[in-house]
């Protein structure tokens, strides 16, 4: 508990200290990458002083162009550890409620973050539409399709949102399997516990070989449980004994 009381704390000081002044920058420069990198550079500092190491594989699986990230969630502790391996700016689709935290909530619209409601289908469509219109203009996405934390750290069932962009903009999928994070923070819990986290990228799948929006997900989340530990593999999967190795080196597109 002292672990989230300390990031809790400190990282409320320098979202203090750091965040109007960058803020009233982004809006004069119209340049998000400051206000950004600011945001995750200073969150992985506080995940680091905690003892939580993150780290990293298949950097050199990214495309270099335009696409969507998608990853698992099992834990509070997987978000600052996946965006922080990712080595570019991207954009989120986040829960409404988040952006009405004071100074934090005009961060995530300073760096183009789009508020999703998904408790209300038409309002979650419209998210989609702009997210997908902001693909097109080139801004790259992180999604996760599973649209919640799991319960239990094992992948969940996928919705379509993600796949839905990724085909209508015509990029690349690059599939995010993390492990290890549900053990630093557990669902429902404020205790960090000091461990390590693995993020890796998977192959890119290309969107545009596949018609069928079911199909393009059943291939990605196929990938995506290949390559995570058995114990966060879903349940159902027929081959949950199959290799790590075929989701990281297969290119499945």
């Not at 099992?74 to 989120?92: C, L």
Request: charged share 20%.
């Amino acid at each position: 508990m002292l672990r989230t009381l300390f990031i809790a704390v400190f990282l409320s000081l320098y979202i203090l200290i750091v965040g109007p002044p960058l803020l009233v920058y982004t809006l004069i420069a119209r340049n998000p990458d400051p206000i950004y990198w600011a945001g995750v550079k200073g969150v992985m500092f506080f995940v680091k002083a905690v003892g939580v190491r993150v780290h990293v594989r298949g950097l050199e699986r990214i495309p270099p162009g335009v696409c969507v990230f998608v990853a698992n969630h099992t834990s509070s502790a997987d978000a600052p550890a996946v965006v922080g391996a990712i080595p570019r700016r991207i954009a989120i689709l986040l829960k409404a409620s988040l952006f009405k935290w004071p100074i934090v909530g005009q961060a995530f619209l300073s760096a183009h973050f789009i508020p999703v409601n998904r408790s209300a289908r038409e309002s979650a469509l419209s998210s989609i539409e702009k997210a997908t219109e902001a693909l097109k203009r080139g801004q790259s996405f992180l999604i996760y399709p599973e649209g919640t934390r799991s319960p239990d750290g094992r992948l969940q069932e996928f919705k379509k949102g993600a796949v839905v962009m990724a085909i209508k903009a015509g990029v690349p999928i690059v599939p995010i399997v993390c492990s290890g994070a549900h053990r630093v923070m557990e669902k429902g819990s404020l205790v960090i516990r000091p461990g390590e986290i693995l993020v890796e990228f998977l192959s890119p799948i290309d969107a545009s070989a596949f018609e069928n929006r079911d199909d393009l997900n059943h291939c990605v989340r196929r990938a995506m449980a290949v390559a995570l530990p058995p114990d966060q593999r879903p349940i159902d999967f027929a081959t949950a004994d199959s290799s790590p190795e075929e989701g990281r080196s297969a290119n499945v597109s």
